[in-house]
């Protein structure tokens, strides 16, 4: 042994001696040297486990573009019903616009719209008033300052049977006032009826007793005033095959009545009524792949079912749909868990709902 290494050695003996520890015989640094290269191993630091998470929603493309048409109907884009059967079908977006009045002897005007006469040019989609109307109801029936509003649909009620039909995607009816500012003031009442009963004969109080109405204040900022379609039943979102459509369907159930400040003051409103809807025929071109999501269709109407999404609102539509999608982001799981036990998904679900059932 080298006579450096035997000194090394020998202090290594003494400062065992002093802290009564066993000594090695041989050099740490010759072990380091022999010892195998398949021996080194590197010690992982553990992975820390945290609590599991909250399971993470998609709401599918689809649902979520049905959603927005549905609460922002003035929002023009492509969407559709994502039903349990998806086929081609022809998204068509229909309006009327035009202005409406106060009577210049009652100081109550109104316009109430039937959404699914939207979708033809020859049958009257909506009923509203001019200054010469001398009423205090809504009237669906022609008369002195009672005036229709037409569609810009391509198809009459005609064309429906064998190689048309369509069904009612998204509709909307909104105002503003467009008085002077001298005349400025009263209110306006709006309403989607409760199960789409008719309008038609309503006055301001009968209006007022339903939890769907409400009173909104004509001021200076001129903001919207909306009223939207939401489905009432199964059958509202069926396409109707032929002509003469019964229920629900043929009512007028968005309105807006209106009190001018003054019983001689004719005030006027500006209106816009918007209708989405899927068409399929052969009377129809340009039709579109549509999609399915049962499930999304079942979250989209479970978190717009509620009063306050069917009462009149006021201002830009975009940020409702925006606090409805933080609902969703909130609440899905929950959400979803209530719309599994509806639909009764299980082991057997369709393949377009298996995303969603892994979450639970």
């Known amino acids: 042994m080298p006579f450096s290494e035997a000194l090394k050695l020998r202090r290594r003996r003494l400062l065992a001696a002093k802290r009564k520890r066993p000594v090695l015989?041989?050099?740490?640094?010759?072990?380091?040297?022999?010892?195998?290269?398949?021996?080194?191993?590197?010690?992982?630091?553990?992975?820390?486990?945290?609590k599991t998470s909250q399971p993470v929603v998609t709401v599918s493309e689809c649902a979520q573009r049905y959603l927005s048409v549905l609460e922002n109907p003035f929002k023009i884009i492509d969407a559709c019903l994502p039903d349990s059967i998806p086929f081609p079908t022809k998204r068509s977006w229909y309006w009327s616009k035009g202005t409406f009045s106060t009577s210049s002897t009652t100081g109550v005007g109104y316009i109430c719209v039937c959404p699914m006469f939207v979708g033809f040019n020859n049958i009257v989609a909506g009923w509203y008033s001019t200054a010469l109307f001398a009423g205090t109801t809504i009237t669906t029936s022609a008369g002195t300052g009672i005036v229709t509003?037409?569609?810009?649909?391509?198809?009459?009620?005609?064309?429906?049977?064998?190689?048309?039909?369509?069904?009612?995607?998204?509709?909307?009816?909104?105002?503003?006032?467009?008085?002077?500012?001298?005349?400025?003031?009263?209110?306006?009442?709006?309403?989607?009826?409760?199960?789409?009963?008719?309008t038609s004969g309503m006055s301001s109080a009968t209006i007022q007793t339903f939890e769907n109405s409400k009173t909104v204040a004509v001021d200076?900022?001129?903001?919207?005033?909306?009223?939207?379609?939401?489905?009432?039943?199964?059958?509202?979102?069926?396409?109707?095959?032929?002509?003469?459509?019964?229920?629900?369907?043929?009512?007028?159930?968005?309105?807006?009545?209106?009190?001018?400040?003054?019983?001689?003051?004719?005030?006027?409103?500006?209106?816009?009524?918007?209708?989405?809807?899927e068409e399929v025929g052969l009377s129809v071109g340009g039709a579109l792949p549509s999609h399915a999501d049962v499930a999304g269709?079942?979250?989209?109407?479970?978190?717009?079912?509620?009063?306050?999404?069917?009462q009149p609102q006021s201002g830009d539509r975009s940020s409702?749909?925006?606090?409805?999608?933080?609902?969703?982001?909130?609440?899905?799981?929950?959400?979803?868990?209530?719309?599994?036990?509806?639909?009764?998904?299980?082991?057997?679900?369709?393949?377009?709902?298996?995303?969603?059932?892994e979450l639970f």
Request: net charge positive; with cysteine; charged share 20%.
């Open 320 to 357: 409702i749909v925006s606090r409805i999608f933080s609902a969703i982001k909130k609440n899905a799981p929950s959400l979803l868990t209530g719309i599994k036990d509806v639909i009764d998904v299980g082991k057997k679900a369709a393949p377009y709902v298996k995303d969603i059932l």
């Open 25 to 50: 015989s041989v050099p740490r640094s010759v072990i380091r040297a022999r010892r195998p290269r398949e021996q080194l191993m590197v010690r992982e630091r553990p992975v820390a486990r945290h």
């Open 297 to 310: 269709m079942g979250l989209v109407h479970t978190v717009t079912s509620s009063t306050v999404h069917r």
């Open 149 to 198: 509003a037409a569609s810009n649909s391509p198809y009459s009620t005609a064309t429906v049977g064998a190689n048309f039909s369509h069904r009612l995607v998204a509709a909307g009816l909104r105002i503003k006032y467009a008085g002077t500012e001298l005349n400025l003031g009263g209110n306006m009442i709006g309403m989607e009826s409760p199960a789409h009963i008719n």
């Open 220 to 277: 200076s900022r001129r903001e919207w005033a909306s009223v939207v379609h939401h489905p009432a039943n199964e059958p509202e979102m069926q396409f109707i095959p032929v002509n003469g459509e019964t229920g629900t369907l043929d009512n007028y159930y968005l309105c807006f009545l209106v009190n001018a400040p003054s019983a001689t003051t004719s005030i006027a409103f500006d209106f816009e009524i918007q209708a989405l809807f």
